[in-house]
């Protein structure tokens, strides 16, 4: 079960989980930090307020599930697991090395607690949201299921595929978060492939949509409550961020999708979220 | 000696094997793709109408879904043409099903140019290489109706991970009883013989039983080997056919890169080269025609393989 916390203590969660990353992503060398900075307040309030799980026993079987269907945010990922207390936080340290659990993509198979999916190929994971809420129906789980996307990997178009089959069977069991960032590895989302309107798309896929502010922990909290109260059908959430948040030098610079730090930079990176958390 | 016991499509094999699961297995689930009857998952449906889920003609997103089910602990079908099934989703396929090794069951319906007057767009002819390619998956092509209900049972009883089910759309030569047991991975010695071995997946078996008849009257004596298993392949059973006879053919309906043939010969150029020859669809797209009459014109009846033996026979002598 998820222990209480108070906003400040999910601020200080956030603060060292974006620290992590950057750590992380430094020593690895490659790896996406845009995004997964963007992503660490979003998965602070689900792993330490709105997901029941229990890290001494990763496959409990009336755990929330997390579907990662953007696998290149791992390292957000591992960190609020590691954190979450799944494993140390020095095997952070491993990311994407050669024997390492932390796969550059999650890899189930590799043995690290905590993953629901192996996943990476973008535009999968909302099919798989949408078989795991049907199986959780058939079998009157109580638990929710918890889908975690991109707004650029909304070009999919397996993602409409499973958007309008959610609908169709009632799938009031499932939230699908999207960081809403505007930007992919191109530029930006409207230049790349527009995909505006988005409220209105998953509206009119029979989703309810909400919104909140992906850096704000209490709005992210009270959105996933009404979200998982919300019981005539599926949930989106458009959660507005920006990638690269924290370190103001490269917030909302696309460049910085698929780009590590280098060692040198890690230092004042580091003391860029002290200063900006 | 095998004996036509009726003309009978293997898709009512299949339909037939997942009914039987579903009476055995309460886990089991079928996923529908807007061609439920045309691939016989309505002998499912009609009996655990509350185990089958409609998807509509959303392949990519059916094999996510069947991946999800999967995950919550179900024994999910997903069936559809093979042209979809192992083409349309195949990225799907490979991360969402197999590199999570999670028990989706793939049916692929409507297998070769026997699919006939639809033509070269609904004739899956590279399914088995893309499917083999694949790690942990196995990949079944039975030879009759009724072994193809067995195989159906099989994917579930014998195989823990994903595995792709191939069979047909138009009624073949049934043949085998379920006496003839069906074990994943081995192969069948249907016809003992020394001269020369054919091995022959699908319903190409039976053509293959025919040409080594015939072939009996001319005093060559042929082996006949059925793999309904094409990954994990029997390397056992087509070692000793390639020493014992020397000679291999293949027989499939399906791109000669890839496919059966392709896994004979990685075996045996390993193992005991000795020469192959690939009978199958020559790296060529099918059309619209009769199914007898496009079996006959690429060259896959009983009389095309017996003349190919011919053939090497001559050469070996």
């Known amino acids: ?277 | 000696m095998f004996t036509l016991k009726q003309l009978k499509p293997t898709r009512f094999g299949f339909g037939e094997g997942l009914k039987s699961l579903g009476e055995k297995n309460p886990s089991v689930v079928a996923l529908g793709a807007d061609i439920t009857s045309s691939v016989s998952v309505n002998f499912f449906k009609e009996a655990f109408p509350d185990r089958f889920f409609s998807f509509g003609i959303a392949e990519q997103n059916i094999m996510g879904v069947a991946a999800g089910l999967a995950l919550g602990g179900k024994i999910p079908f997903a069936s559809t043409y093979g042209v979809f099934s192992a083409l349309r989703a195949t990225d799907q396929v490979r991360i969402s099903i197999c590199y999570n090794d999670l028990p989706v069951k793939i049916g692929g319906a409507h297998a070769g140019i026997s699919v006939g007057p639809d033509g070269a767009t609904h004739q899956a002819l590279e399914d088995i290489a893309i499917m083999r390619a694949l790690p942990n998956m196995t990949v079944l092509s039975p030879c009759d109706a009724t072994q193809t209900k067995l195989a159906t049972i099989a994917s579930v009883e014998q195989v823990n991970g994903p595995a792709y089910i191939r069979f047909g759309r138009e009624a073949v030569p049934d043949f085998t009883t379920e006496d003839l047991p069906f074990e994943v991975g081995k192969g069948q010695l249907l016809k003992e013989g020394k001269d020369i071995t054919i091995v022959a997946t699908g319903h190409l078996v039976w053509e293959a039983l025919q040409a080594a008849y015939m072939l009996d009257k001319q005093n060559i004596n042929v082996r006949v080997i059925n793999i309904h298993t094409i990954k994990p392949i029997d390397k056992e059973i087509i070692i000793q056919a390639a020493k014992e006879t020397g000679l291999i053919v293949t027989a499939e309906e399906h791109q000669i890169y890839g496919g059966l043939g392709s896994a004979v010969a990685e075996v045996l150029v390993k193992e005991h080269p000795v020469k192959v020859k690939m009978i199958g669809m020559n790296d060529q797209f099918g059309e619209s025609g009769k199914p007898e009459e496009l079996m006959q014109k690429y060259g896959l009846t009983s009389a095309h393989i017996a003349d190919e033996i011919n053939k090497l026979i001559k050469q070996k002598k």
């Open chain 1, 1 to 277: 079960m998820p222990e209480t916390n108070t906003i400040e203590e999910l601020k200080k969660i956030s603060l060292e989980i974006r620290k992590d990353v950057t750590r992380s992503l430094a020593e690895a060398g490659s790896g996406h930090l845009g995004g997964s900075l963007g992503l660490a307040d979003i998965f602070t309030c689900l792993y330490f307020n709105i997901l029941n799980h229990n890290p001494e026993k990763p496959d409990w079987d009336e755990r929330d599930r997390l579907i990662l269907s953007i696998g290149h945010v791992a390292p957000v990922f591992y960190s609020a697991l590691a954190h979450s207390g799944y494993f140390k936080r020095s095997e952070l340290m491993t990311l994407r090395k050669l024997g390492s659990r932390l796969q550059g993509h999650p890899g189930k198979e590799h043995g690290l607690p905590g993953i629901e999916l192996s996943a990476g190929s973008l535009g999968q994971g909302l099919s798989v949201a949408v078989g795991l809420a049907l199986s959780g129906k058939m079998d009157q789980e109580t638990w929710n299921v918890f889908s975690i996307h991109g707004d650029g990997e909304l070009q999919e178009g397996a993602i409409w595929e499973a958007a309008m089959s959610a609908s169709h069977h009632q799938l009031n069991n499932l939230v699908a978060l999207i960081d809403r960032n505007y930007v992919q590895i191109d530029g930006k989302n409207s230049d790349v492939m527009e995909i505006e309107p988005l409220k209105a798309k998953f509206e009119s896929f029979g989703w309810k949509v909400m919104a909140c502010n992906g850096h704000d922990h209490k709005d992210i909290i009270t959105t996933y409550q009404k979200a998982i109260n919300w019981k005539k059908g599926p949930v989106a959430i458009i959660a507005k961020t920006h990638m690269g948040k924290g370190v103001k030098s490269i917030e909302d610079d696309y460049g910085w999708h698929g780009k590590p730090p280098k060692p040198e930079q890690v230092d004042a990176f580091i003391k860029e979220l002290e200063q900006n958390q």
